[in-house]
């Protein structure tokens, strides 16, 4: 095995991770996962606490999660009524091209998105990049992936990015190339989600630098959420600027209009 990979933005190589080569934090993670799969078959669902053998969750739970089913717009993964391309997208385009959202971001998969990313249960991350990964076309894969970065001090306060634990499973799931450090957040931007919608994309804005040359690669930003899709659009922009030919966006879930 290779040596460890620094996570830290500053000391991090650029060199694409395949799927064996993980950094620590992720190898860490990894090992959490294989402690619980040990754990199986008694395992309580994390949303209705009956035992079961099938996962984090259990069969009847996972039926009544939130599954982006419906039509949907291709751009932003927005429900739109016979898929086609939703108004906001027609309007201003976003700079990637199309969306694979796995889940609608409504009750209770909030709860488990929140669980992951505050409450630090890892190992949900592994259940929703297995998801993800499931969702994503295999003819039609990208050069690279690369995680939504989180500005450092946020990553010193949570400890790990999400983004980051999701994209080294969906990149091990297809064997794709992961840059972990490519794109930094260079603003510590208030969170989008206290921001009213229309300030969100000014919020953002020039808040990510992306720090290699991308010319001609096809490129997925992966993420947990797509709310305004805000966040995901000035990370494209930080990409297309690197000459990426073409932007998708890969999240778990996507918030639904109200
Ligand atoms: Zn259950
Ligand atoms: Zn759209």
Redesign the pocket.
């Known amino acids: 095995m290779p040596g460890p990979e620094k996570l830290n933005a500053q000391t991090a190589t650029h060199h694409p991770v395949k799927g064996h080569r993980l950094s620590n934090m992720c190898r860490t993670f990894l090992n959490i996962r294989k402690g619980i799969e040990q754990l199986l078959p008694a395992q309580p669902c994390v949303l209705c606490g009956s035992m079961n053998d099938e996962g984090l969750w259990c069969g009847p739970c996972d039926k009544a999660l939130p599954y982006l089913y419906n039509l949907h717009?291709p751009?932003?993964a927005?429900p739109t009524p016979a898929g086609e391309?939703?108004g906001?997208?027609l309007k201003h385009p976003p700079l990637f091209t199309n969306t694979v959202a796995v889940f609608g971001y409504a009750f209770p998969l909030d709860k488990l998105i929140h669980a992951m990313k505050y409450g630090g249960q890892l190992a949900l991350a592994h259940a929703f990049a297995i998801k993800l990964a499931l969702e994503i076309d295999k003819d039609a894969l990208p050069d690279y992936l690369i995680p939504m970065p989180l500005h450092p001090v946020k990553l010193r306060e949570r400890g790990f990015n999400q983004s980051l634990l999701l994209a080294a499973d969906v990149a091990r799931f297809h064997q794709l190339d992961l840059l972990p450090d490519a794109c930094r957040r260079v603003r510590d931007t208030p969170p989008q989600s206290i921001q009213p919608w229309k300030d969100r994309k000014q919020n953002v804005r020039n808040a990510f630098c992306c720090d290699i040359d991308l010319s001609g690669k096809r490129v997925a930003l992966v993420d947990d959420v797509l709310t305004s899709g805000a966040s995901m659009d000035a990370l494209a922009e930080a990409v297309r600027n690197k000459g990426a030919s073409e932007i998708s966006a890969w999240v778990v879930a996507r918030t639904l209009p109200h």
């Open positions: 717009c751009v932003c927005m391309i939703c906001q997208c």
